[in-house]
Each structure stands twice: as structure tokens, then as C-alpha cells.
């Protein structure tokens, strides 16, 4: 089953977008909100996830989070678009592993948004995104720009992708130190993007992940307000550690009383059991051999 959202109207963007579910090992939620100074949400999320037991999987599931931009409308409707169009070639395309499929997914989004930056009002619109499935004990993340992932493991919170802006570049040169490039005013500044091109590169990282962690994508309207070591915090001190909603919600919450000028949005998927999550291709080969 496909986690879909219904299109608010134009006024709104793409409105308040919330999920959430429990799964046999994951537990997980998204919330996107336009925040306190805006109107319309450019921001958008979604969710691919199998309500079948999990044994009898064929893939595992895909969280999706975008940021979008490119002027009045279009940055809601790249950000939509490509989160669909992930998911859509996700559930629609022959399994396979999960680092490859990832990658065709988003590379499924930017075909999607760049078709779609043709009709008037939409050209030179875009999107960032960041994308993560689960097979194994591990997490494989995939993402274009500079919407984020992290991963939280006991009290330490880390970033799990590198930005793609001018002020990523700069941090990774030693040019910049973390803190400065948190007060740069080029920090926005992207340089690559879902949509622009007929093609893009998706960077992809693979983490192992144990009962109990966590993995947190967002948009910049919530990591430029909400530190890594907050989120650890968040997580630390809920009542409900294996909540994603609860989870979502304090740090959503938090990126909101803080009166960012930005949307927030994130998803937040949590492991709930020691087991592996079943590895399709995996199972596939293992059968075939077999007969």
C-alpha cells in the first residue's frame, strides 16, 4: 500500500501533510507543515509501505521527503511530483536490490520533475530530496541537495548525508567549520537538484541500524533550527521511544515555536525489532537456486 496525500488547494501549497503507522519492526511517521510565517508549503513527503507481513514482502518500504522551489506554485508542485513519481516507480518497477532500486527511484523523480518544468509557470522549477529503505539490519539512504538524513543511536545523533550547496562544498574542503557554515549566508545556495537536468547523480549511503535507532529525513526548515544533539534529546526523553508520531511531532513542534521563516517537514522511521527486515531480491535468488 502506497501512503498517498490528498492535494490541498493552490492557496495552501501543498497544505499540512501528516501519516503515521506501526509496522512488525518499524514504526514510523511524516508531518509537513508550512510553519509559522509562511502560507504555502512547498515542502511534501510520502510513504510506500506493504501492510502485508513483512515475510511476504516482494520490497521493503520507501519514505521520501523534497523541498521544493522555482517561483509562485512551482516549487509545491516539484516537490509533489517527485516524491510520487519515487514512490509510483518504487511500487510499480521489477524489485531488485536495494541500493540500485533507490537510486532508480530518484532518478525516476528528477525524469518526473524536469518532463514537467515544460508547462508554463513551472520552468526552472526543482526540488531537493532524500529517500531511505530498509533491508537487513541496515538503512540505505539516497538524496539529492540539501533536505537531510540522520541517524539517532542511543544519545548521539549523526548526519548520514552531505549537503549539495556552495557552503556543503566549503565543509568538505575544511574551508568551513560545521558552525560557521550553519550562520553563512550561502548556506541555500544548491549545487545540484531534482528537475533541472534530464539527469542527476544520486549520492546513496548504507547504515547499519539495530533495534532502537532511528532515522530522521528533513527538510532545511527543520535541521537550520533543530540541532542534531536536540534530536537526540527529543528521543532520549520521550514517553514513547518506539513513537515515531510522538517523535515527528516534538521535533516539528520545536522547529515551529522557534518562528523559522521556512516550511518544516520530516519523517522519522524507528526500528522496533532485532529481526532483519526481509531483503526481496535476496529471497528471490535464494529461491531460484532452489528450483
Known amino acids: 500500500m502506497s501512503t498517498t496525500n490528498d492535494r490541498p488547494t493552490s492557496d ?4 499540512t501533510l501528516r501519516a503515521d503507522a506501526v509496522l512488525s519492526k ?13 502560507d504555502s508549503n512547498e515542502d511534501y513527503a510520502g510513504a510506500f509501505v506493504l501492510t502485508t507481513p513483512d515475510d511476504s514482502w516482494d520490497r521493503g ?3 521520501v521527503v523534497a523541498d521544493g522551489m522555482g517561483g509562485h506554485a512551482a516549487g509545491e508542485v516539484a516537490s509533489s511530483v517527485a516524491v510520487q513519481a519515487a514512490l509510483d516507480h518504487w511500487s510499480q518497477g521489477t524489485p531488485g536490490p536495494p541500493p540500485q532500486a533507490l537510486r532508480a527511484a530518484l532518478r525516476a523523480a528528477n525524469v518526473a520533475v524536469y518532463d514537467a518544468a515544460v508547462e508554463p509557470g513551472r520552468r526552472g522549477m526543482g526540488t531537493t530530496i532524500v529517500g531511505a529503505t530498509f533491508a537487513g539490519h541496515e538503512a540505505i539512504v539516497g538524496h539529492v541537495g540539501d533536505s537531510r538524513a540522520y541517524l539517532v543511536h542511543g544519545d548521539d545523533c549523526v548526519q548520514l548525508t552531505g549537503d549539495h550547496s556552495r557552503v556543503g562544498e566549503m565543509v568538505r574542503m575544511r574551508l568551513l567549520s560545521p558552525e560557521e557554515a550553519a550562520q553563512h549566508p550561502a548556506r541555500s545556495q544548491l549545487t545540484r537538484s531534482v528537475g533541472v537536468d534530464p539527469g542527476v547523480q544520486v549520492d546513496l549511503t548504507r547504515q547499519p541500524v539495530e533495534a532502537g535507532d532511528a532515522i530522521v529525513l528533513c527538510t532545511d526548515g527543520l535541521w537550520d533550527l533543530v540541532a542534531r544533539a536536540e534530536m537526540a534529546d527529543a528521543f532520549a526523553t520521550t514517553d514513547h521511544p518506539t513513537s515515531a508520531a510522538a517523535l515527528t511531532d516534538t521535533i516539528v513542534d520545536l522547529a515551529i515555536k522557534r518562528g523559522g521563516s521556512d516550511n518544516v517537514t520530516a519523517a522519522v522511521i524507528v526500528v ?3 529481526l532483519p527486515i526481509p531483503a526481496a531480491a535476496g529471497r528471490r535468488l535464494f529461491r531460484r537456486g532452489r528450483s
Open 61 to 63: 518500504p520507501l519514505f
Open 26 to 38: 518499524l514504526s514510523y511517521a511524516f508531518r509537513s507543515e508550512p510553519g509559522p510565517v509562511r
Open 272 to 274: 522496533t525489532s532485532a
Open 12 to 15: 495552501e501549497g501543498n497544505g
